[in-house]
C-alpha cells in the first residue's frame, strides 16, 4: 500500500494543528458555530443525533494492520469500543467529544491516517474495488491512480467549496464492484486496441432523492490526462453548478439539466486548455506510485490444498465458509478471505476494539499485514495461502466473525439509521437483527442462493436501498416508522434502480414481508437461478399481488 | 477596511467601491461588469489614469472580460458568503488561463482560514470581513505548508513542497 514521505505526513501533522487551532478558537467563542461546521465537516466531523460523529479516511478502502490497530486504541480510549465501516469504504466513530477530536486526529496522524474531506462540499473518499490488485477479472489494478487522484484532491485551493459533495470511484476489473456508475465521477479501467492504459469516464451518478446512473462522457481518456480532465469536470462543475438549493446542488443535476452532450462540450473545452500542461501525468510518476502496490512477495505456497479439501468433505460449517466467504485469487495457492462484519445479532458494519486487534494480527499472520474495507461494509484479507485457511477460519469464529453469510440476505448492507443518524427516518439495524432471526437457519439461507438486501433509514440512501435485490427505505409516517420496499436494483455490468413494490408497510409487517418476498421466490424460480435473475425473467407484479394480498396493515 | 496584500497589513488602500452614484469617487475605483458594459466610453479618463477596477460577481463570466484585461490594474471578485467557491476558479482562470498579472482582490465575507487557499489562486489582496482580527489572520498562511498540486500564486512565498516530486526514492516493499 502507499507508504507516507515525509511531507505526506507533514500535511497531515500540520492539517491536525490547524484544525486544533480552529477548535481552541470555537470552544473559546472566537469562531462562530456557522463557521467552525464548515471546517469540522472537512475534518470528519458530524454532530449527530445524540453525539458527535468522526467519520475517518480509509483512502480506497486499503488498511494496515497498525492503523487498524490504532482505530481500535482510538475506539478504547475516546469512544464506546467499536466503530463503523461504511459504503464509502470509511469507519465512523460515533461518540466521540469534540474537544478530544484533535487528539483522536494526532494518534491517527502517527499511523498516516487523517479525516480530511470526509466531509463538507469537497471531494470525498476515492473509493474502488475491494478486490483491487488480486481479482482473477483484473484488467488494471486501479490502487495506484486512485491514491493520484487523492493527491491532487486533498485540500486542492480551487475547490474547498463546491456546490455540494463530490464522489469519485475507479474499478479495475470486468465486474465492477465499485458501483462506479453511481457515483458524481466513475471511471473504468480499460485498455484501448493498441494496449493503451485509460479509463471510460462516467459522469453524474448518485442515489438519494433523485437517483440517477452516471452518463458517458468520454469512452477512452488515456491514463497521462486522468487529472486534467477531472480538473475540467470539477472545474466546470464549480462554476456551474446551482448553489442556490441544497437538494439540486449535485453535479448530476448540472449534466441532467444541461444534457450529456452540451456538459461534455463545456468539459472538453476547459480540458483542451489544460491537457498538456502541468498537470499531463508522467510515465515516471505512475510507474512511481505503482511500485507501491506491488503484489508481495509470493514464494511457492505451502503445500496444504489437499488438507482443505478433505476439512471441506469433513466439515460442512468450514465448507459453507469457503464457499461464501472466499473467492478465487488470481495466483494459484491463494484466496481472498471476506471477514464478516455480518455476525446476525450485530450491527451489519460493526467492529469491536478487541475484535479489531485480533483481526490486525490475522491480517499480519496471513495476509501480509493489509486489509481492505469492502462497500458492502466487510473485511477483506486479500492474500491468504489456501494452507492457511482452516487456522483463518478457526480465529475468526473465535472472534464472531466467521458467519458464512456473504453475499446472502445476511449480508446486509444497512446505514447506522435512527439509533446514531440525526437524518434518518427509521430504525435499521433492528431490522437487520430481526430479518436475521427469521432467517437464522443457516441452510434456508444458503438455499436462497445470492441476495443483496440493502436498508437505508431515510432518502439521503447511504445503504443504497436503490440498487439492491430487495431495497428497504425507512420512511416516517403519523410519526412512526415505515419502511418501503423495492425490488430488482443492481450494481456491476448494468446499473439498475430498482422499482417500488407498493405502499410502505408498518414495522410490525416488514419481516413477514421480506420472508414472503423469499417464498415467491423459492416458489417460482428456475432450477439454479438467482434471485435477480428471477425478478427479472417474471417481473415484480407478480411479488407486488402476492405480496399485498397477504399483507394486512 | 481590513486588508491584507502580500501577507502584509495594507495601511493604506487607495482602492474604493463604486456605491452607484452617477459620478464615480475620483481616485481608483472598483466598478460592476455591468457598468462597465454600459458606460465603457464615459470610463476611458479612469482608464488612462490606471484607475478603473473591475468587480465581477460569482455568476460573472471570466472569459466575457479576457480580451480587455491589460485595462485594469486591480480585479475584485465578490464572495457573497464564504462558503462561495466560484471565486476561486475565477482567480485560477484569470491567472493561468488570461495570464492576469494585476491586483486580484477578494472581496465579501472573507474569513481568516479561506486566506490560504485564495493566495493559492492567486488572489493577492483580501478585504477581510468585519469581525475579523486582521493581525491574528495573518498566521492563517503559515497552517499549510505542503500543497499536493501545482501552484499558481504570483508571490513567490518559501515552503511549497510538492509533495509527489519526492516519490522518486523507491520505498521499501513490505513482502
Redesign the interface.
Known sequence: MY?Y????R??VS??V??FK??TERYLAGRLNEN?FR??RLRNGLYEQRHAPMLRVAIPYGVLSSGQLRALAYIAREYDKGYAHFTTRQNIQFNWPRIEQVPDILQTLANVDMHAIQTSG?VVRNITTDHLAGVAADEVVDPRPYCE?LR??S??????????RKFKIAISGAREDRAAIRLHDIGLQMIRNESGRVGFRVYVGGGLGRTPMIGKLLTSFLGEHDLLSYVEAIL?VY??NGR?DNLYKARIKILVDALGVDQFRQQVEEEWR?IKDG??RLER??ID??K??F?S??HGAPKSGIARVQLTRNNNPVFNAWYEHNTVAHKRVGYRIVTISLKAPTGAPGDLTADQMDAVAQLADQYS??ELRVSHEQNLVLADVMQADLIELWRALRAYGLAAANIGTLGDMICCPGLDYCAQAHAGTVDIAQQINARFKNVDTLHALGNIRLNISGCINSCGHHHVGDIGILGVRKQDKPWYQIMLGGSIGADVVLGKRLGPAVSEEAIVDIVERITQIYLEYRDEGESFARTIRRIGIRLFKEKVYEDHTK | MKIIQNRQILENDLWQHDNGDANLPSGPVFISLTRWRAQREALLPYVRQGWLGIRLEAEDDVSRIAGVLGIFPAIALVFSV?????G???A?LLRK?YGYQGQIRATGDI?R?QL???E??GVDTVELAEDQDVESSLGAYG????????ASSQSDQACS?V??L???K??????
Open positions: 507508504q514521505n515525509d511531507a505526506d507533514r500535511l500540520e492539517r494543528a490547524q487551532g480552529q463557521e464548515q471546517y462540499n493520484i493527491q491532487w486533498t485540500l486542492h485551493p480551487e475547490f474547498n467549496w463546491l456546490p472545474r464549480n462554476l448553489r486548455q502541468e498537470l515516471s510518476r512511481g506510485m511500485i507501491h506491488m508481495p512477495q501480509g499485514g | 464564504f462558503t462561495e467557491g466560484r476561486y476558479s475565477q485560477r488561463r474569513r482560514d490560504a487557499f485564495l493559492r489562486v497552517d499549510i505548508s505542503v500543497q499536493y498540486q501545482p513542497h509533495a509527489h519526492q516519490n522518486t523507491h520505498p521499501t516493499v513490505h513482502l
